[in-house]
């Protein structure tokens, strides 16, 4: 952080998401359970709402959240590799979400006798939910686990980083997608009135569109502003041999998860918690 | 560039995003001469055809393009003025268009007694036109006229890079939305079959969505990557002593349009020639 006021900016666009992020889950938990029929695994209605709920709560908020994860300054004292769990811990859960909740909408298709895939939504959702799958799985491979070389790790890292809010964004416009849907099917099936009425179902949910955006909005702006990166980690040249791996790997950020470095990592951690310095140039590993 | 291989995959990149630009006009424009009911401005559809035509041609691929102009390697020995006229007249251009597509929806609603402004699709294309406006105007006003002093410029424009693709991405998402909308009624009245029955027309659209989604991909990607950056420009010091604006403005890539400073400019035009350098690092002001 270059000051106490960019500090400053920095919370608030935190506070901001968080509260657009929480409000979309408030409103889509409120549309699903006030407005609609409600939560239930019975091949109808209820079964669908889970479709909505986990969508917008894991693919948009929590997918979100694990984005900007590692920008938040006082998790900067932490081993990255302890930041590369929890980054890889929300993804997991979001993706076991976004599966759930594909089988919720698959289900109550099947059960009711319509048609799957026939809509944008559907195409542009199940090929965001599988990129996700491969993007997770690529991660976990090349940068939780120790096997992956370092060249390998630097060469992925902007399609890593790249693909990954890619997806975040087709998931915002999906979602969008869907919400408008949902809207124009249930209101007319339900009260016999249409979406162009406004009843107050239908202003409810644009409010959590709008929320939606303005969450994906805030994400955006904090993973793109440099000076808000995870300070890049200098090892010290007085590590064991084989820990001269920090000045490749690790100094753009990246961290072995090899369990028999045991003691070269705790050095490591060690001189990572005294040398971290907020040398703001140049182009680091991870966001 | 770097090198042949990384100016071939810029290429490869632009041609890309220009065959989905195009097979996104040709989707749309087919949509409404053959599936629809053409183009007039009747009051009926054939006016409010004009509106997915104008936004997918304007708001999407000739936005798209005015943000990837700076970017294009033969453009660098071109002047920085030069380019930004390309720019903001491609951008004035696209909120022409924007503007024309919202008249005639709103003509149409009006004539055929269909309310405006009640989908989450029209809170959030109204809100993207409105900000377009207000960032073409700034644009305007910051960039290419030269009032505005050099710190305000470098002030802005993280803002303005940002809201910039934002609004983009914002449009795409509410273009999908649209379409979305647009099939379901549509479908729906016309020939008594609906969007679920995967009619012809049905898939064909979808086909346009996902180009539009895949010409926005290429274009984020394009102009997010640093080393594809148009050159930092190096004035040289024996420039007349006002043209040591040049080692502030300019040099993070602002020019003067100022047209009583015209012999200065055709020095700085003449020097900036001969030294433009591939200097790739650091953050340089405009993409």
New interface residues.
Partial sequence: MRSMRDYGCFVFCLLAALLAGFLSFLFVLVWVLHWREGLGWDGASAEFNWHPLLIVTGFVVLQGSAIVVYRLPWTWRCSKFLMKCIHAGLHLTVLILAIVSLVAVFDFHNTQN??NM????S??GLTAVVLYGVQVLIGLLVYLFPFAPVTLRATLL?FHV?SG??IF??G???A??G???K???ALSRSYNQS????PPE?LF??FL??FI?IFG?FV??MV???QWKRPQEQVPKTLPPNGGRASGAEERGEMSADPENSEIEYNREAARKRYVILDEAG?RSTM
């Fill in positions: 319509i048609p026939y809509s944008m939504h195409w542009t902007p790249f809010l890619l964004g087709a915002i416009a999906t969008l997608m919400i408008t849907e809207l124009i099917f979406y162009s009425q406004s239908a949910v644009n569109g709008a955006l909005a955006f702006w793109t502003q440099p182009q």
